[in-house]
Nanobody, 120 residues
Framework: QVQLVESGGGLVQAGGSLRLSCAASGSIFSINVMGWYRQAPGKQRELVATVTSLRRTNYADSVKGRFTISGNNPWNTVYLQMNSLKPEDTGVYYC??????????????WGQGTQVTVSS
């Protein structure tokens, strides 16, 4: 089992910055991909960014150039630095930890989420 605890969400004005943290514990040695997802009201959960154990990163087009994901391996804490925030970045942000083989997810874990609200 892996436990994930997010922190760092809050209310910020458009153009501002926030840094989210995800503290991982438990059987983290089995994890090879960490990521952040978000869910806006009335919308499906979507990928924001991922980082692999080989330090490869992937970003949603909507956040490229504004957000940066970083973390340690073995995983202790994963961060999401969010700059130039826009109202459309508003949502609940979830930390995700997964064990993958190629594109197949063998198993994954989710945090409880942290609210990010960007005012215009």
């Amino acid at each position: 089992q892996v436990q994930l605890v997010e922190s760092g969400g809050g209310l910020v004005q458009a153009g501002g910055s926030l840094r989210l943290s995800c503290a991982a514990s438990g059987s983290i040695f089995s994890i090879n991909v960490m990521g952040w997802y978000r869910q806006a009201p009335g919308k499906q959960r979507e990928l924001v960014a991922t980082v692999t154990s080989l330090r490869r990163t992937n970003y949603a087009d909507s956040v490229k150039g504004r957000f940066t994901i970083s973390g340690n391996n073995p995983w202790n804490t994963v961060y999401l630095q969010m700059n130039s925030l826009k109202p459309e970045d508003t949502g609940v942000y979830y930390c995700n930890a997964a064990r993958t083989t190629g594109s197949y997810r063998q198993y994954e874990y989710w945090g409880q989420g942290t609210q990010v609200t960007v005012s215009s």
